[in-house]
């Protein structure tokens, strides 16, 4: 069985930062892209970030970049989103996906899915 679980959430002021994390077990991620989605509420879920198998190339949503860091640990099968400088806008329940295949920015592009983690910033 397959299983994300993603972790690191948490109440957090505004210009503040968390560290996510998203374990993988059941499988090994290593050879694939791994991505970052949120949903606020009344919204539909948006990509975030995605890192590719390599952790070398690295894809941010606009309205992240420069804040956000993703990045993974391939020898622990595990993927990190590191936020800085949090805004309010930012509250959001954080997936973690995978595999990334076909346009990495699209939901339909994954199979796997964590369960959420809930990042509240206040201002």
């Known amino acids: 069985q397959v299983t994300l679980v993603e972790s690191g959430g948490g109440l957090v002021q505004a210009g503040g930062s968390l560290r996510l994390s998203c374990a993988a077990s059941g499988r090994t991620f290593s050879n694939d892209g791994m991505g970052w989605f949120r949903q606020a509420p009344g919204k539909e879920r948006e990509f975030v970030a995605l890192?590719?198998?390599?952790?070398?190339?690295?894809y941010y949503a606009d309205s992240v970049k420069g804040r956000f860091i993703v990045s993974r640990d391939n020898a622990e099968n595990t993927i990190y989103l590191q936020m800085n400088s949090l805004k309010p806008e930012d509250t959001a329940v954080y997936y973690c996906?995978?595999?990334?295949?076909?346009?990495?920015?699209?939901?339909?592009?994954?199979?796997?899915w964590g369960q959420g983690t809930q990042v509240t910033v206040s201002s």
């Open positions: 996906a995978g595999p990334a295949r076909g346009t990495y920015y699209l939901e339909k592009s994954y199979s796997y």
């Open positions: 890192v590719s198998w390599s952790g070398d190339s690295r």
